[in-house]
């Protein structure tokens, strides 16, 4: 079974340009999370898909990053337009629902973007 | 959200046992304790979870005393694949024993086995 899968695995821009993140998660996963590592910095949450439904988006640091995922399946996450403090790793992750019988949810880590902004 | 804190770095050396502890002393009556595993360039991965008592899987071991207020992360017989870091998370149930929500994590521990 395929994990999952995040595009590009580097981006090099220029600040005030834009980049749009993909991720696609593990097949029949609900759930969909972003996470970003900045330089030295602890991993940080930015928001929780439910299918495609923003179930938490509390993470977000502004109204430059904007998710989506249409159709409840991959997710982009865009940056609009990106500053120098963007610059960090971007992590997408992935659970399954209600079924599965666990109390813990886990989640399936991509192997993230490499962002830098110059 | 319950605080945890673990060392820093640990360095070991091929086939040993590493222990590594975490403290959560404000953790809560319905929450588990995770730990995750990261390579380079990787992201984080799940080993193991527990709420009480000792839990044990192919890779790793969880000891949980009483209290739950620690709990320590048993590698045995580690090797120099094992070198990543170790992330112990708390605060992932809700009130009704299950979440979905969103993973915190620490600084993690850094552990480098020697050859």
């Known amino acids: 079974e395929a994990g999952v899968t995040q595009f590009p695995s580097h981006s090099v821009i220029e600040k005030g340009q834009t980049v749009t993140l993909r991720c696609d998660p593990i097949?029949?996963?609900?759930?969909l999370y972003w996470y970003r590592r900045v330089m030295g910095k602890e991993i940080k949450f930015l928001l929780h898909?439910?299918?495609?439904?923003?179930?938490?988006e509390s993470g977000m640091p502004n109204n430059r990053f904007l998710a989506e995922r249409t159709g409840g399946t991959y997710s982009t996450l865009k940056v609009q337009p990106a500053e120098l403090e963007d610059s960090g790793v971007y992590f997408c992750?992935?659970?399954?629902?209600?079924?599965?019988?666990?109390?813990?949810?886990?989640?399936?880590f991509g192997p993230g973007t490499r962002l830098t902004v110059l | 959200l319950a605080k945890t804190t673990q060392p820093i770095s640990m360095d070991s050396y091929e086939g040993q046992e590493v222990n590594i502890t975490c403290s959560h002393n404000?953790?809560?009556?319905?929450?588990?304790i995770t730990w995750y595993q990261q390579f380079p360039s990787q992201g984080p991965r799940f080993i193991i979870q527990?709420?009480?008592t000792k839990v044990t899987n192919e890779v790793a071991s969880l000891f949980i005393p009483a209290d739950r207020k620690s709990s320590t992360l048993s590698l045995p017989r580690v090797s120099l694949s094992d070198t990543a870091v170790y992330y112990c998370?708390?605060?992932?149930?809700?009130?009704?024993?299950?979440?979905?929500?969103?993973?915190?994590f620490g600084q993690g521990t850094i552990l480098t086995v020697h050859p």
């Open positions: 992750a992935s659970s399954q629902g209600t079924s599965g019988g666990h109390p813990y949810n886990e989640q399936f």
């Open positions: 097949s029949g996963h609900d759930n």
């Open positions: 898909f439910v299918k495609e439904s923003k179930q938490d």
């Open positions: 404000n953790i809560a009556t319905n929450d588990y």
């Open positions: 527990g709420y009480k």
């Open positions: 998370l708390v605060g992932l149930a809700n009130a009704g024993g299950t979440s979905y929500g969103k993973l915190t």
